[in-house]
């Protein structure tokens, strides 16, 4: 290994490195993957980093969690999710408490969570149907969170209380300058998350008091006990929540807001979407009933494909190790891709072209190489959430294909990709009231 050099590329300025460029470009990596290969070298937020792209990267660092690599987060994210967190937590720790928290995510949780997540879809379906037109992604926005502080804290309308409001601000600290100051993004970032903590504490107390701890995610977590019947104390009950409050909001917003994009941009898939859906229409939308929509969910990895909520994971390099005949040193950190390993055309024929059939059994394009479409990560850290965000995916699409309809209005529908992908100018829609006709199956 010794007469390996690290891959080829540009540390770029001293400190800065090319920490602008990656900031301002949106084809920063692209970029220099199309001059170096599937894997570079740049200088990134005061590290040396290395970005990797394609299955063989993703499955290298996502299997050698612990070992090689260390989930690694910028500064001002950890200081706002707070040292308890699942996200932050490493070893056997992180292990533990994987399992423990994954009880709140288990089917027969989720199938309890089906009935609120339905009315909540109706009330909102039913609201844009009346306002007609209007910005669906701030909509989408206070949808995800409402469904959120339901079924993760039992909160009605939460994103029209103070915790709604604190979280707001919260999130937009989340990728910041550290600086604790009260007018900086940051400083008002972090007395939010004293404020939630607080809310959350209230919350808690409440329910231990009530003796009924409820089947919301934080009732699975208060019983939720590990294999040496120990439970979360408050202090990280505190964090994990506020970790699930965040980690099912932002990215599901941006997956849900981009198949109400992709499907008004292409009436052939929406209109083969809604013909499949007549054959569900008066059926209960059980778990059973979800999973039978099997278009229904070629059109789904199809959207997460295309526009992967999540670009990429960072991680840090604990040992020194090699990919692709290159050296990958200790101390620096590394970024496995995931939108880009989603846009390889050896993997996935014409990735430019939004094509669900690419998912249809007989073409199957995810299953030639493992870790090939990776929405949710993979290995140890992948996505907690994932069942739950495929689950309110599916729920959403099938009540708006059975009951609405939708087209784009005229705007910048260019993707910002910063902290997940969203239209420019929010997703302004005319939406009206389309009820399928059911078929007898
Ligand atoms: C479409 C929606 C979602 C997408 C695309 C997504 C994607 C991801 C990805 C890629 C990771 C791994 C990041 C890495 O490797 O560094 C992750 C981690 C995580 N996600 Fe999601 N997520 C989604 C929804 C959710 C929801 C709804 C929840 C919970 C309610 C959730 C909870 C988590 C948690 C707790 C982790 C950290 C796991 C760990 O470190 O062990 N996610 N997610």
């Given at each position: 290994m010794t007469s390996l050099t690290p891959p080829p590329g540009k540390l770029?300025?001293?400190?800065?490195?090319?920490?602008?460029?990656?900031?301002?470009?949106?084809?920063?990596a692209q970029k220099r993957h199309q001059q170096y290969g599937p894997i570079f070298k740049t200088h990134l937020l005061g590290n040396p980093t290395v970005f990797l792209k394609g299955p063989e990267a993703n499955g290298f660092v996502l299997t050698h969690e612990n070992q090689y690599f260390v989930v690694s987060w910028p500064p001002s994210v950890k200081k706002l999710l707070g040292p308890l967190s699942l996200a932050l937590q490493t070893g056997a720790v992180h292990v533990q408490r994987r399992k423990l928290m994954a009880q709140a995510f288990k089917p027969r949780a989720l199938a309890d969570y089906l009935p609120a997540m339905a009315a909540i879809s109706d009330q909102y379906l039913e609201r844009w149907a009346v306002l007609e037109t209007f910005t669906w992604y701030p909509e989408?926005?206070?949808?995800?969170?409402?469904?959120?502080?339901?079924?993760?804290?039992?909160?009605?309308?939460?994103?029209?209380?103070?915790?709604?409001?604190?979280?707001?601000?919260?999130?937009?600290?989340?990728?910041?300058?550290p600086l604790q100051l009260p007018w900086t993004r940051f400083g008002k970032a972090y007395r939010c998350r004293e404020q939630l903590l607080n809310?959350?504490?209230?919350?808690?107390?409440?329910?231990?008091?009530?003796?009924?701890?409820?089947?919301?995610?934080?009732?699975?977590?208060?019983?939720?006990r590990d294999e040496d019947g120990q439970q979360l104390e408050l202090e990280e009950l505190k964090d994990q929540v506020l970790l699930l409050l965040f980690a099912g909001h932002e990215t599901l917003t941006s997956a849900l807001a981009s198949f109400c994009l992709l499907l008004a941009q292409h009436p052939m898939v929406k209109a083969r979407a809604r013909d499949e859906q007549?054959?569900?229409?008066?059926?209960?939308?059980?778990l059973e009933t979800l999973k039978q929509m099997t278009y229904l969910e070629q059109v789904l990895k199809e959207v997460l494909r295309c526009i992967a909520p999540v670009g990429g994971g960072f991680r840090q390099v604990l040992e020194t190790c090699e990919f692709g005949g290159f050296l990958i040193p200790k101390g620096w950190s590394v970024l496995y891709e995931i939108s880009l390993t989603h846009q390889d055309s050896e993997l996935f024929p014409a990735p430019e072209q939004f094509d669900p059939e690419r998912f249809s059994p007989e073409r199957a394009e995810d299953r030639g190489?493992?870790?090939?479409?990776?929405?949710?990560?993979?290995g140890l850290r992948e996505c907690l959430g994932k069942e739950f965000a495929r689950l309110e995916m599916k729920l959403f699409a099938a009540k708006l294909l059975q009951g609405y309809d939708w087209s784009l209005l005229p705007q910048d529908l260019t993707l910002m990709m910063v902290p997940t992908?969203?239209?420019?100018?929010?997703?302004?829609?005319?939406?009206?009231?389309e009820p399928l006709q059911g078929v007898h199956r």
């Open positions: 770029g300025l001293p400190i800065l490195g090319e920490t602008l460029s990656f900031l301002r470009d949106p084809d920063f989408l926005r206070n949808y995800t969170f409402d469904i959120a502080g339901k079924l993760l804290v039992g909160l009605d309308q939460a994103s029209e209380t103070d915790l709604g409001h604190w979280f707001e601000t919260w999130c937009e600290g989340l990728f910041s300058l809310g959350l504490e209230a919350l808690i107390r409440q329910r231990r008091q009530q003796g009924d701890q409820g089947s919301d995610a934080l009732g699975v977590l208060l019983r939720a007549s054959q569900f229409v008066g059926a209960p939308l059980t190489k493992p870790f090939s479409h990776v929405p949710f990560g993979g992908p969203h239209p420019k100018e929010g997703l302004k829609v005319r939406f009206h009231r």
